[in-house]
């Protein structure tokens, strides 16, 4: 009976241990479905399936499967007026919020590198907000307070001098804000005509590994040459991932042109247009198809009907008291025509890495081809190329022998693209200069890439340290280089900038490079003013001119009587050109572009061993004195009435950006298992970049909650099947024990 007690009393126990945990395995069932109806859109917020959209849209992925919201939209309108060289262009960008939730979002997008940001507004329905500039940290907590407060903002900050980002603060459920940025710009003049390009695609930057340089944005030391990264490199959407039905991105371009000049012909590089000459000698350009996607440069040209007509142009602004001048000045077209060619040493490199493949490749290979061949016997080279490795054809420059040409000719034929971009080692190695001592050759070094790096700093500041006799002139591939580099880059190895959009362009660009190339150089150029007149002038000091160029200048004057004199000495030749600033025609944004220019300058003289905090200073105080975006400043806009209700989250967006024109994807994906860190195919920036948060995290942070985990579910029905098991082998155990 005692047995029999015993029995019973374990059976109990074992069948009460089942109970046990099946009432826990119910229990976490239950909770897991009240944590799926937690889940449920809530708050207005509407989630989609793919099944359910019927039109274009960009959906951002949730982490419940099969889930998407709908993100917001960005439509860009630009207008330019141009006056002579002088360009003024008003930027309208209109952030759509398709969804039911309140949305901040956040657009990186792509701007002329010299251009002078001064003027922000924004709309919201009938009302316009003015932005003011501030410096760099006071605007972002500006923006931020406005943003926790639930009023609407706007933040548009410099993150290069050719890469912006515009915040967007408190947008409504189905509501759209207007943000209107206004820049001052000038056209450049090579080759008999004027040119101006207004970026639209973000090549996307490849970020080394950590070094001990300055850095980019702050210039500031550090262990990473670039602790910015996050900030240029936003989310990149995946080409399968596009609306069909419409363009994402849309950019729409109009513009007015009044040269100053009878205008002869005029174009658009690498968009259709309808060009429309009117009465008064002026045009009006348009798009000739509509908008445009945002993931190519765009770039207008224009020449005068009579190519002899001077192109000397002055211009002057009264502003604050104090008189601006912008003088562009062209040399004599024929001044070294007759010289005899120079021999050369030449240095090329070109970049293989994984953002040149496809088209940018085909270009830059066709490049350095036709530069092969137009080298002369008593010429020496040198080929190098890299990605995330280096590798040159000879140890050192060669004699340009037939057999030597025919093996580069066969190396650069070979060549294709994949890896990082690492950079710095194929310049280092460009400029090792083994011969300083020669005087019978001038060295150039000729540069092929597409600039797709976020470590400028590192770059300039070897240029500055090697450049020695080297003369840098970089040649930017590909449908939306990285301007800013190869610009800065051209102006500190005291070379030129070559754009090559498409393969079409390569020999006519190429052929007009050598010949720049194999011309001598105007040097010690100078202006001369009336005694007492000038009080500023950028750059200072004037550049080396090659055949073609024009002398650029802006000065700050205290008057404007007498005359301007610009000198240069060409093939021991004195030049010299006398104008009147008494004619000089009026202009607007003179002030703008000489505070650009001085910024540009003083962030340049970083690289020639100037303290960092005075050229901090002097940047801070001209750009708030001139009201400009920079380095250190920023334009914020704030809606004074709030508009998100208390207690209503607010979802923060980046909105993704198009891969460059002929930029290949799928090859840069390749290299992503590459030891080398590669910020633009980070696995984050392939695709739709997540939320900031969910649950707690997001009240904390004002995030959105999207739908996630509310209960340790998957630990609870763990611990029930357990209780299950044991119960069950303890039940199966006993039961034997009462067989015997």
């Known amino acids: 009976m005692a047995a029999a007690r015993t029995h019973a009393t374990v059976g109990s126990q074992a069948w009460f241990g089942l109970t046990l945990a099946l009432a826990a395995l119910a229990a976490a069932l239950l909770l897991w479905s009240e944590a799926a109806a937690d889940d449920a859109p809530h708050d207005g917020l509407e989630l989609v ?35 002579g060289p002088v360009i003024r262009a008003t930027v309208t960008q209109r952030f759509e919020n398709p969804t039911d939730a309140w949305v901040e979002a956040t657009y990186v997008f ?71 940025i206004e820049y001052q710009d000038v056209a450049r003049f090579a080759d008999g005509r004027f040119q101006f390009r207004q970026p639209l695609g973000l090549t996307p930057r490849y970020v080394p590994q950590g070094s001990d340089d300055q850095l980019a944005a702050t210039g500031a030391r550090s262990g990473h040459p670039v602790p910015d990264a996050h900030r240029i490199t936003p989310p990149l959407l995946h080409p399968s991932a596009e609306p069909t039905d419409q363009l994402r991105l849309p950019v729409a371009i109009t513009a007015r042109l009044d040269a100053g000049f009878a205008l002869g012909e005029i174009a658009s590089l690498y968009h259709a247009t309808l060009v429309e000459r009117r009465a008064d000698g002026t045009a009006h350009i348009t798009l000739a198809d509509g908008p445009v996607p945002a993931n190519r440069d765009f770039v ?23 008189t601006y001048l912008l003088a562009q000045v062209l040399p004599p077209a024929e001044m070294g025509a007759d010289t005899p060619r120079r021999a050369r040493e030449t240095i090329f490199v070109i970049d293989n890495s994984g953002s040149m493949a496809g088209a940018s490749m085909r270009q830059a290979r066709a490049a350095l081809i036709t530069a092969l061949q137009r080298l002369e016997p008593e010429d020496r080279f040198n080929v190098i190329r890299f990605d995330n490795t280096m590798e040159q054809v000879f140890p050192t420059a060669v004699d340009a022998t037939p057999q030597a040409v025919a093996r580069a000719l066969a190396f650069t034929r070979r060549l294709d693209a994949d890896g990082g971009t690492v950079m710095l080692p194929a310049l280092n190695a460009a400029l090792r200069d083994t011969n300083p001592q020669d005087a019978a050759r001038v060295r150039q070094v000729v540069f092929l890439t597409d600039g797709a790096i976020g470590n400028e700093a590192e770059l300039f500041a070897a240029i500055e ?72 002038i950028w750059p200072a000091p004037l550049p080396d001119l090659y055949h073609g160029e024009p002398v650029t200048l802006t000065a700050r004057l205290s008057g404007r009587d007498g005359v301007m004199i610009i000198e240069g000495e060409m093939a021991d030749e004195a030049w010299r050109e006398t104008l009147s600033l008494t004619e000089a025609r009026p202009g607007r ?113 004002n995030g959105l909650a999207l739908p996630a985990t509310a209960t340790p579910r998957e630990l609870l029905m763990g611990l029930g099947g357990l209780l299950m098991l044991f119960a069950l082998i303890w039940l199966m155990t006993r039961r034997e024990e009462r067989l015997w």
Do not use: C, K
Request: charged share 25%; aromatic share 6%; net charge negative.
């Open 49 to 83: 399936r793919l099944s359910e959209i019927n039109e274009g849209a960009l959906l951002i992925r949730t982490v419940e499967p099969g889930q998407y919201l709908p993100a917001p939209m960005v439509a860009t309108e630009l207008d330019f007026t141009i006056n």
């Open 110 to 180: 792509p701007m002329p590198e010299d251009s002078g940001v001064d003027r922000l507004r924004m709309q919201v329905g009938d009302r316009f907000i003015e932005g003011e500039i501030q410096e760099r940290q006071q605007a972002r907590r500006t923006y931020e307070t406005a943003r926790r407060n639930g009023q609407r903002a706007s933040l548009v900050e410099q993150e290069r001098p050719n890469m912006f980002t515009t915040s967007v603060a408190n947008i409504g459920p189905g509501e759209t804000i207007i943000i209107q």
């Open 300 to 322: 207008l040209t224009w020449r005068p009907v009579d190519p002899d007509t001077p192109s000397a142009a002055l211009f002057v602004e009264e502003w604050e008291g104090e």
């Open 465 to 536: 340290r090697n450049l020695g006799r080297s003369r840098l002139f970089p040649v930017g591939i590909g449908s939306a280089p990285n301007t800013y580099f190869m610009n800065r880059a051209a102006r500190l190895g005291r070379g030129t900038f070559t754009g090559i959009g498409q393969v079409s362009e390569v020999e006519e660009r190429m052929d007009a490079l050598f010949t720049a190339l194999e011309r001598p150089v105007m040097t010690n150029l100078d202006a001369l003013f009336p005694e007492g007149a000038l009080s500023e």
């Open 589 to 701: 944004g003179i002030a703008a572009l000489f505070a650009r220019n001085r910024i540009r300058a003083l962030e340049e003289a970083r690289f020639q061993g100037a303290r960092q905090v005075d050229i901090d200073a002097a940047i801070l105080e001209t750009a708030l004195d001139f009201d400009l975006v920079s380095r250190l400043t920023s334009l914020v806009a704030v809606d004074v009435t709030p508009a998100r209700p208390d207690g209503t989250p607010l979802a923060s967006r980046d909105v993704p950006a198009m891969p460059p024109d002929g930029w290949d994807f799928g090859r840069v994906r390749e290299s992503e298992a590459a030891p080398v860190q590669r910020a633009d195919i980070a696995a984050n920036h392939l695709a739709f970049r997540s939320a900031p948060a969910s649950g707690g995290q997001a009240a904390a942070s």
